[in-house]
Each structure stands twice: as C-alpha cells, then as structure tokens.
C-alpha cells in the first residue's frame, strides 16, 4: 500500500533554513509527479509545490517562490523541500502527496518563531 513519511520539521528562528524530507513506498515512486502542501490548523490544505517525475518540471505557489526548492532522489524514492527565508507565515504541518494524490501522511510540524 502508499505510504508517506514525512520528517524534518523543527523549530527554527525566523530567516532560518530548513529540510523537509518525505519517504515514499508502495507505488513505483519514480514515475509520479509529487507534491508538497501544508495546512495551519482551522485552515485549508495549501499546495507549495510540485515536481514532476523527472525533476524536469518544477511549480511553486507564488508564497513561497523564490524561498522553497523542491527535489527528489528516485533511487531513494524520497522527495525533499528546502525552505530558507522562512518566515512565521510559513508554520504549519508540511506533507507530500503524489498526482493523483494518495492518502495522506501525518505530516511534519514547521515551526518559525523566535
């Protein structure tokens, strides 16, 4: 069955930098499109990004553009989120799904505060 590991999330000072890490198994992970998306409690599920199978194609949302790099490694079948510049408006729980999307994983907490 699909499974989705997210890991990573800290606390981190505003400005800081962060490593978002997602492990995938059970579906043939190297042809798939991924996604990263992120939910504050009491508010919707926001999408961040995507990437496609071949790391060709990558789309991110305008809040995060130019901060967030999103990359995968097939061989690991684990997709990764760099997030630098974070800001408090960036806190909330991060998880990863696949297009069409899957069940949904725990997810990891990002924290930015001072």
């Known amino acids: 069955q699909v499974q989705l590991v997210e890991s990573g999330g800290a606390l981190v000072q505003p400005g800081g930098s962060l490593r978002l890490s997602c492990a995938a198994s059970?579906?043939?992970?190297?042809?798939?499109?991924m996604n990263w998306y992120r939910q504050v409690p009491g508010k919707e599920r926001e999408w961040v990004g995507l990437?496609?199978?071949?790391?060709?194609?990558?789309n991110y949302a305008d809040s995060v553009r130019g901060r967030f790099t999103i990359s995968r490694d097939n061989a690991k079948n684990t997709l990764y989120l760099q997030m630098n510049s974070l800001s408090p408006e960036d806190t909330a729980v991060y998880y990863c799904?696949?297009?069409?999307?899957?069940?949904w994983g725990k997810g990891t907490l990002v924290t930015v505060s001072s």
């Open positions: 799904n696949k297009n069409p999307p899957a069940l």
């Open positions: 990437i496609s199978a071949s790391s060709k194609l990558k």
């Open positions: 059970g579906f043939t992970f190297s042809t798939y499109t």
